[in-house]
């Protein structure tokens, strides 16, 4: 047998990591690890070290630059700064899915974005009637959100039971779920206006413009203006968090070179490459090799977008760092007093009964009318038994729904209600929302033929 001459070709770490890149590609991955994270800190929170973890998160951690001092705790930057790079990620996936996804054009986008006001209305009628007049409620829009990474976390581990058009509708209705969320940030969790702040934010929105007009396409540019902005949006009395979508918005989407050109340009790199090996020199020490490798890598980098680069740079430290830690900082309830009073709290049912019934019923209910009106036809393969299965599965909110649940409440006791709710709801919609999508059927031959009027 001939041994392998070039150990760099498949290098021994490579088959210890192996494993590892395999969990984390798969679409359930990050899901999983936000459960375990969840599920770690609601131990925690209830175990004999429950004073650690809750001290843990209120240590001081100050960032400081000459006379420029910023001191919070480790709660506040877990929740207003990574988060900030979180929206930044989604602010990236709406623009994808508004420029060239299922939101780019009128018809493509009115089932999910009819489905997610639906299911952003109905969650929120459902707990404000249950609310209504009382200390609980300002948490109106726990209910509303959806966790997209749980939600296709379950429908990956359904693998081909689920058709692909059901995974592409949930994705658009959750990028639409997310944009609400982001507006009733903006709009309802805003303090007192400083408009001087305000003022340095709009000029950090107009620097981004001149670097996209200028052809920037370093993120490190977008990234300091972004670190401004942030600052800036802090001081305004705006949420922070709305800096990483506004920043998202401003990354250029455009390629530097044309397509055509780029494989013209690549063929003739590949050529000199060739041409260059003839000698049989190392890489190391062949100038020509190199030029053509550092050309094509260039090459490759002048036809990606700067927005498709960094959403895919940044996505796995979102998913695998900032929402773990998040779900760590926020995720430990301590079960304490009376359990029955908590369950049956107006702010429990309120957020319990609006992720698991609103959610279903807002989503269904506004999909069948605008099938129904003929604004929309369902996606190819998809049944409505399919589409109400991921209506159960879109009652996940957990990730979103933590947030917004620690931004409605100071009061430690609703804080916990409402998280109380998320837990319960979370976890039946997609046991209820896996069953269901087991069981559905594909769509009758004549629904698959016909569109609407």
């Not at 109905?122 to 707990?127: C, D, E, G, Q």
């Not at 052809?215 to 972004?226: D, E």
């Not at 600052?231 to 397509?259: C, Q």
Request: net charge negative; proline share 6%.
């Amino acid at each position: 047998m001939e041994l392998n001459q070039n150990p760099q070709v498949n290098p021994p770490i490579a088959k210890l990591l192996r494993p590892f890149q395999e969990f984390a590609h798969r679409q359930s991955a990050g899901g999983i690890v936000l459960l375990a994270c969840a599920l770690f800190a609601l131990a925690w929170a209830n175990s004999p070290w429950a004073k650690i973890y809750f001290d843990l998160w209120h240590l001081p951690l100050t960032v400081s630059l000459g006379d420029f001092r910023l001191s919070h705790d480790l709660h506040f930057w877990v929740n207003d700064a990574l988060m900030a790079v979180f929206f930044f990620v989604v602010g990236l996936e709406i623009k994808r899915e508004l420029l060239a996804g299922e939101l780019a054009s009128l018809q493509q986008a009115a089932l999910p974005i009819v489905a997610a006001i639906g299911g952003v209305l109905v969650p929120a009628l459902i707990y404000a009637a249950l609310n209504f007049g009382g200390p609980g409620a300002p948490g109106w829009g726990i209910p509303m959100a959806t966790d997209i990474a749980f939600a296709l976390g379950v429908l990956a581990l359904l693998g081909d039971r689920v058709p692909l058009g059901l995974k592409v509708f949930l994705t658009a209705l959750a990028i639409v779920d997310d944009i609400a969320a982001v507006l009733v940030i903006a709009l309802f969790f805003t303090a007192d206006i400083s408009w001087g702040a305000l003022g340095l934010s709009v000029l950090c929105l107009f620097i981004y413009l001149v670097l996209n007009r200028l052809g920037v396409r370093h993120p490190y540019p977008y990234a300091l203006v972004g670190g401004v902005l942030w600052l800036a949006i802090l001081g305004s009395g705006v949420h922070p968090t709305v800096a990483g979508v506004l920043g998202a918005f401003m990354i250029p989407s455009r390629t530097a070179i044309d397509p055509l050109k780029f494989l013209a340009d690549s063929r003739c790199y590949l050529n000199h490459f060739e041409q260059a090996s003839a000698s049989e020199r190392s890489i190391l020490s062949d100038s020509e090799q190199q030029v053509a490798v550092e050309s094509l890598e260039e090459g490759c980098e002048k036809v990606q977008p700067p927005l498709h680069r960094l959403e895919h740079a940044l996505h796995p430290w979102v998913t695998f760092v900032i929402m773990p830690l998040f779900a760590l900082a926020n995720a430990g309830v301590a079960f304490t007093g009376d359990l029955a009073a908590a369950i049956l709290s107006p702010v429990t049912l309120g957020v319990t009964l609006g992720l698991l019934l609103g959610k279903p019923l807002g989503i269904t209910l506004a999909s069948w009318l605008v099938v129904r009106f003929g604004w929309a036809s369902l996606p190819e393969g998809v049944s409505w038994s399919h589409i109400h299965g991921a209506a159960w599965l879109a009652g996940i909110g957990f990730t979103m729904s933590f947030f917004m649940a620690g931004l409605s409440f100071s009061s430690p006791l609703h804080l916990t209600e409402a998280k109380l709710g998320i837990f319960t709801a979370s976890l039946l919609a997609a046991l209820v929302g896996s069953l269901l999508l087991t069981r559905a059927q594909p769509p009758p031959l004549s629904a698959l033929d016909s569109s609407p009027k």
